[in-house]
């Protein structure tokens, strides 16, 4: 079973950055795709970026491109999410997802299994 935790939410102002971090255990995290998602109040989970296992190609929401970068640390069994020129309505709270890298890469929630407890993102203006 693999566990996942996300840190490294917290307040920033408007224009400001942060970045994610999600601790994998239990399993080699390097043969699982992984991704972030957010969830907004009142708003369904939203996908926001994404490592595909195999390719290593990455992934990204229309709203995050080129605001947004995902990274891997396979020694530490760790994802990243790095945040910049962030506004007031990137606040969310941020969960990493993974699912293994035999089954079919996506963008969907519906694709990952395995989600940490979340992290809370406010920006303020």
């Known amino acids: 079973q693999l566990q996942l935790v996300e840190s490294g939410g917290g307040l920033v102002q408007a224009g400001g950055s942060l970045t994610l971090s999600c601790a994998a255990s239990?399993?080699?995290?390097?043969?699982?795709?992984t991704a972030w998602f957010r969830q907004a109040p009142g708003k369904e989970r939203e996908f926001v970026a994404a490592?595909?296992?195999?390719?290593?190609?990455?992934y990204y929401g229309d709203s995050v491109k080129g605001r947004f970068t995902i990274s891997r640390e396979n020694a530490k069994n760790t994802v990243y999410l790095q945040m910049s020129s962030l506004k007031p309505e990137d606040t969310a709270v941020y969960y990493c997802?993974?699912?293994?890298?035999?089954?079919?890469?996506?963008?969907?929630?519906?694709?990952?299994?395995?989600w940490g407890q979340g992290t809370q993102v406010t920006v303020s203006s």
């Open positions: 997802a993974a699912q293994s890298g035999r089954i079919v890469f996506g963008l969907k929630v519906s694709d990952y299994v395995y």
């Open positions: 490592w595909r296992w195999g390719v290593g190609g990455t």
């Open positions: 239990g399993r080699t995290f390097s043969t699982y795709h």
